[in-house]
């Protein structure tokens, strides 16, 4: 079964600073995994995604994650915070062989301070 | 592009009443999926569907029901709504081998 788990329900930063929102995951087989942020009365959008491919991926919106296999993480990170970038972000986790459902981690509050 | 939509994206109703959420998605996807979320909580799968006339139900027991007439339609209805539905759902659909999914709006659900 798979899992993942976001360290930090609430994140705040000052506009300028880092943003880094942390996410383990637990998975028997190779995982894909997928950063989405969701912004107040709407769906989610895909941030980016892990396949397999780069250990280091970058997304939209300045976003980057790692894939550490041996830590079992894809922390998100950027460089700089915008005011733009308060949402709630959700890690999630899929496997490759399936690639069908995914399990979401319960999310991170980001919050963005002048 | 993904193109999914949900409608309607606010609906107020009163206990007993029946309804349906719809959803839409124009990407010719294979899977579609529901999931309910409370305000600033995780989301919970409460059906999927792989094709036409497949559905499951999903990690959260749901009393709603969903149907798969047609590859791009996935709705779904609550027979006799009760306070307990209130919640927002949102809708996903993923092409079979990609993986991510690609969310609606939502639809915010209030029964009084």
């Known amino acids: 079964a798979q899992s993942v788990t976001q360290l930090g329900s609430h994140v705040s930063v000052s506009e300028g600073a880092l943003v880094l929102l942390r996410c383990n995951y637990s998975?028997?087989?190779?995982?894909?995994l997928f950063w989405y942020v969701q912004y107040p009365n709407q769906g989610l959008q895909l941030l980016l995604k892990?396949?397999?491919?780069?250990?280091l991926v970058k997304g939209i919106n300045g976003f980057e994650a790692e894939f550490k296999k041996s830590e079992t993480s894809f922390h998100l990170t950027k460089p700089s915070a915008h005011m733009s970038d308060a949402a709630e972000y959700f890690c999630?986790?899929?496997?490759?062989?399936?690639?069908?459902?995914?399990?979401f981690g319960t999310g991170t509050r980001l919050q963005v301070t002048l | 592009e993904a193109d999914i939509y949900q409608t309607p994206r606010y609906l107020v109703i009163g206990t007993g009443k029946k309804i349906t959420l719809e959803c839409s998605q124009t990407m010719g996807h294979d899977k579609m999926y529901w999931y309910q979320q409370d305000p600033g909580m995780e989301l919970h799968l409460i059906h999927y569907?792989?094709?036409?006339?497949?559905?499951e139900k999903g990690d959260l027991s749901s009393e709603s029901t969903v149907s798969r007439i047609r590859t791009e339609h996935f709705p779904l209805t609550l027979e006799s709504a009760r306070p307990s539905h209130t919640s927002q759902y949102l809708c996903?659909?993923?092409?079979?081998?990609?993986?991510?999914?690609?969310f609606g709006p939502g639809t915010r659900l209030t029964v009084t």
């Open positions: 569907s792989y094709g036409v006339n497949s559905t």
């Open positions: 996903a659909s993923s092409d079979r081998s990609k993986g991510e999914q690609y």
């Open positions: 999630a986790v899929s496997d490759i062989g399936t690639a069908s459902k995914l399990t």
């Open positions: 998975s028997s087989v190779p995982p894909y």
């Open positions: 892990y396949t397999s491919a780069a250990t």
